[in-house]
């Protein structure tokens, strides 16, 4: 669990941005290149510690190997 606000921040932007790129048709092997770019740039950017940076990787690829965080709810199968 994270706990760190920072890397709970760039959590809450990570998975807003895999959501949006799956809703616009990218799929997992796509979401995994942007992930993997994500991280290495906040590795290259020094903005967080190490061993938050590895954290933050281990839930985001846990989000991603959920599907239900790709499910339509009703409310938006209701709008299209």
């Known amino acids: 669990m994270l706990q760190d606000t920072l890397t709970i921040r760039y959590y809450q932007r990570l998975s807003d941005a895999v959501v949006e790129l799956w809703n616009r048709g990218y799929r997992f ?3 995994r290149l942007y992930v993997d ?3 290495a740039s906040l590795r290259h950017s020094n ?3 190490p061993y938050l940076i590895h954290r933050l990787e281990e839930e985001i690829v ?3 190997y959920d599907p239900s965080n ?3 709810t ?3 199968l209701d709008y299209r």
């Open 29 to 31: 092997d796509d979401l």
């Open 37 to 39: 770019g994500y991280l």
């Open 47 to 49: 903005s967080l510690e």
């Open 62 to 64: 846990r989000y991603l």
């Open 70 to 72: 790709f499910e339509k």
């Open 74 to 76: 009703e409310t938006e």
